[in-house]
Every structure is written in structure tokens, then in C-alpha cells.
Nanobody, 115 residues
Framework: QVQLVESGGGLVQAGGSLRLSCAAS????????MGWYRQAPGKQRELVAR???????DYADSVKGRFTISRDNAKNTVYLQMNSLKPEDQAAYYC?????????WGQGTQVTVSS
């Protein structure tokens, strides 16, 4: 059984930074994609960034140049460094693991950005 445990959310002022982490455990195949999605109240869940096990990355236009996704394959952990945070970045952030066509989700971590 795959589990994803997120950490690093919290309250930050606009312009500040946060780093999210997500550790995956269980039976995890080496070839996979890990990523971060976010969902604000009343809005659909949207992709923030994702990274393949080979290191290819993909970002939402709204976070390009501000957020950086990275991973440690040995630890099955993905990170999201968020800089220059804006009030519109406020949301619940969810870790995602896509492996062999199956999606797994973390429980979510709240990011609150005060203006």
C-alpha cells in the first residue's frame, strides 16, 4: 500500500518562501511521476508542478520562475520550493504519485499567504 506524507505548509507573508516535502512509502516502482497539486476553496484542483523519475519537470504558468520542484529518488521524496509567494497561491497543496497508471494522493497541507 502506497502512502504519501506531506509536510512544510503553514502561514507566510506575501513575498516569503515555504518548502513542502512529500515522502512516499510502500511498494513504489522506480519509474514514476511525483507532483504537487493545489486546491483553493470553490476552485478545482490544479497542477502546480510535477517531476518524472528521470528529472523532467512541468510547471503551471502561474508559478514558473517562483517555484522549483525536485526529488530524491533514493528517499522517494519530492520537494516544492516556493518563493515570492502571493496571496493567490493560498490553497491546500496535495502531493501526487503517478505510477503504472495509478494515482495516489497525500492528505494535503495548507499554505496560507497573508497580504
Amino acid at each position: 500500500q502506497v502512502q504519501l506524507v506531506e509536510s512544510g505548509g503553514g502561514l507566510v507573508q506575501a513575498g516569503g518562501s515555504l518548502r513542502l516535502s512529500c515522502a512516499a512509502s510502500g511498494i513504489i516502482f522506480r519509474i514514476n511521476t511525483m507532483g504537487w497539486y493545489r486546491q483553493a476553496p470553490g476552485k478545482q484542483r490544479e497542477l502546480v508542478a510535477r517531476i518524472t523519475s528521470g528529472g523532467s519537470t512541468d510547471y503551471a504558468d502561474s508559478v514558473k520562475g517562483r517555484f522549483t520542484i525536485s526529488r530524491d529518488n533514493a528517499k522517494n521524496t519530492v520537494y516544492l520550493q516556493m518563493n515570492s509567494l502571493k496571496p493567490e497561491d493560498q490553497a491546500a497543496y496535495y502531493c501526487n504519485l503517478l505510477v503504472l497508471g495509478n494515482n495516489y494522493w497525500g492528505q494535503g497541507t495548507q499554505v496560507t499567504v497573508s497580504s
